[in-house]
């Protein structure tokens, strides 16, 4: 059985949506269930300030991914790289144990989207040749 936060979350999911102009865009599949996350960043001086997403997935994967947006919105890049599957699933009251790998799926997306604004993947040079 679900608690209510996880219904609550799943009814009425929070920060749905997608931001214009982002600072960072990762998308997190879970190939175990075919599940999917599409995550937006907006940073600012090192703090979340807004974030938004994209859920292909069943009600605990859309009420983990609502409740990890509202743990890390608001919070710097060093606290957001904290969120685990365990905090986001705990802050719902627990989730059911064939359920607990959804909450892996939004703590994922998120430190990897964290980590990418980080260190970001380096670009190539135009013109530049490839020494491959
Ligand atoms: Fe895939 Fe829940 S069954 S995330």
Same mark, same amino acid.
Request: hydrophobic fraction near 40%; include cysteine; glycine fraction near 8%.
């Given at each position: 059985m679900y608690t209510d936060k996880v219904m609550d979350h799943f009814s ?11 600072? @960072?865009?990762? +998308?997190?599949?879970?190939? %175990?269930?075919?599940? /999917? ?9 090192? !703090?979340? @300030?807004?974030? +938004?997403?994209?859920?292909? %997935?069943c009600g605990a /994967?859309i009420a983990t991914?609502?409740m990890?947006?509202?743990? !890390? ?16 699933a705990?802050?719902l009251g627990g989730l059911p144990?064939t359920k607990?790998?959804c ?30």
């Amino acid at each position: 059985m679900y608690t209510d936060k996880v219904m609550d979350h799943f009814s009425n999911p929070r920060n749905v949506g997608q931001i214009e102009n982002p600072n @960072v865009v990762v +998308k997190v599949g879970d190939p %175990g269930c075919g599940d /999917a996350i599409l995550i937006f960043l907006k940073i600012d001086s090192g !703090v979340i @300030v807004d974030i +938004k997403y994209k859920v292909y %997935g069943c009600g605990a /994967a859309i009420a983990t991914t609502s409740m990890a947006s509202t743990m !890390v919105k608001g919070r710097t890049l060093e606290e957001a790289l904290e969120i685990t599957d365990e905090s986001v699933a705990a802050a719902l009251g627990g989730l059911p144990e064939t359920k607990q790998h959804c909450s892996n799926l939004a703590a994922t997306a998120i430190r990897a989207a964290v980590t990418r604004y980080m260190h970001p993947p380096e670009e190539k040079v135009a013109g530049q040749a490839d020494p491959h």
